[in-house]
């Protein structure tokens, strides 16, 4: 069995939903970070600027840089309070209306959130390592549909780009939530270009690429590409471009891996999670990533048993 997204018609499309522009604290104008991200190769962008009253309440209307070969999502950064360590909410929505109304004076993040997702957006969880959430921040946002795993931008600027920490334990807490990375870009160092998704859709059309991103039918990466991942019971195939550790992570310390040089494949007996000290019960869910040479990775969403029987 094929799994997804690797299973579904269409191609896959490189696209980044966490940038800024000069609207919100961006240091280029909107038509110069669209045309980076189109040179650099990208297939579609999200210029999410601060939806903050600092700003004016930007949301920056890009469809005018719609083409064929390359497309936009219309979204912001949505901010209310408060996290636990007393800071705004870093929320991003994917795929909301134009006229999307102001956080409220009262609105908190958890309500703002939910209000974006009835209004049509995808839901991520931003940054949490940079803004040090809990595991009860992350419960709180019950409307996410996915944690922003990588984020270049603050890896770059103070080494606290990943967020899979609090993923995998919202997985542990029954939460069915998708990882994707970005590069939350300003462009005022090095921070563009360094991780995105790639999601499987069978056209570039704004409205394919929201639903798929919901969906979950997407991979993320730094570099690397992953080409198919199988399932036999429970022997798993994972083929990808040339890497050196290929390992199957799941809710719990026990995992699988290949090591080796430039290697493209690997299978692996996943009965063997199911085994270990002081060990429980299995894990309900598992994730595959791939490491190449000089440390990039690419990372698939989570794959659940009871949706793979």
Known sequence: MQLSPFSLPGKFYRGNIHTHSNQSDGALPSEDVVAAYKNAGYDFLMLSEHFIHHYNWPINDTRKFRGNDFTTLIGVELHAPETSAGELWHIVAAGLPLDFPPCGPTETGEELARRARAAGAFIGIA???????????????????????????????????????????????????????????????????????????????????????????????????????????????????????????????????????????????????????????????????????????????????????
């Open 127 to 309: 940054h949490p390592a940079w803004s040090q959430l809990t595991l009860q921040d992350g419960l709180a946002i019950d409307a996410a549909h996915a944690v922003e795993i990588y984020n270049h931008g603050c890896a770059i600027e103070n080494d606290r780009g990943e967020g899979w920490y609090l993923h995998d334990q919202l997985l542990n807490e029954g939460k069915r939530l998708s990882a994707f990375a970005t590069d939350d870009a300003h462009f005022k160092s090095p921070d563009h270009f360094g991780g995105w998704v790639n999601v499987k859709a069978q056209s570039l059309d704004p409205d394919v690429l929201l639903q798929a991103l919901k969906d979950g039918h997407y991979y993320s990466s730094q570099g690397p590409q992953l080409h198919s991942i199988t399932l036999d019971k429970k022997e798993l195939n994972v083929t990808c471009s040339p890497v050196d550790t290929i390992t199957v992570v799941c809710g719990h310390s026990r995992t699988c891996v290949k090591i080796g040089k430039a290697i493209t494949s690997a299978t692996f007996d996943l009965s063997t999670l199911e085994k270990g000290w002081l060990l429980k019960k299995p894990s309900p869910w598992f994730r595959v990533t791939v490491i190449d040479h000089a440390g990039k990775r690419a990372w698939s969403n989570p794959f659940w048993w009871d949706e793979l029987k």
